[in-house]
């Protein structure tokens, strides 16, 4: 796989695991949304501790997953910041074992690889202008670039023999 490939899978995966992240922290918050409605007879003292303990859970979550989604928008849209937020969702994500592992490791060894020099020394104007972020790269002309190579040729009459009879 080339750099771009390894930078777009590596953002695909990024956004793929907040989406995780994210969808994991609505299941949370609905089940203690109806945990906390099922039962009118429960004491104000225990559903306000369930409502602090779902909250803390719910913005842990979120500060799990913002990087995640951050890093991903980055790396699909070649931003010259986006190794920072990369490498912040990858040191969190090692924490979730396999697939956080998995993601981080790949991270550590595309950003501190190849693909991290890309970003230190900034992407080439051919993919910035893809992304509508620079101005086209210049029109590459082949008539004008081979019109040097040929000269024009003017007629010159063929040089005339000896006069031998003078």
Do not use: C
Not at 35 to 48: K, M
Not at 123 to 128: A, D, I, K, M, T
Not at 137 to 162: F, K, V
């Amino acid at each position: 796989m080339t750099t771009e490939e390894h930078n777009k899978a590596l953002g695909i995966m990024h956004l793929a695991y907040g989406g995780i992240n994210f969808l994991t922290l609505l299941l949370v918050a609905v089940v203690f949304m109806f945990s906390l409605s099922a039962d009118p007879g429960i004491p104000w003292e225990t559903s306000l501790i369930t409502l602090v303990v779902s909250l803390g859970f719910v913005f842990g979550n979120l500060f799990l997953t913002v990087p995640n989604v951050l890093a991903g928008y980055a790396l699909l849209k070649r931003k010259s910041w986006a190794k920072v937020p990369a490498l912040v969702a990858a040191v969190l994500a090692i924490l979730n074992i396999p697939l956080g592992s998995a993601l981080a490791f790949y991270t550590f060894w595309f950003l501190f690889g190849e693909g991290g020099r890309r970003y230190q020394n900034g992407w080439s104007n051919e993919y910035r202008y893809a992304l509508n972020e620079a101005p086209p790269p210049p029109a590459h002309d082949w008539i004008t670039e081979r019109a040097p190579q040929q000269r024009t040729r003017e007629y010159a009459p063929p040089p005339q023999p000896p006069n031998w009879r003078s």
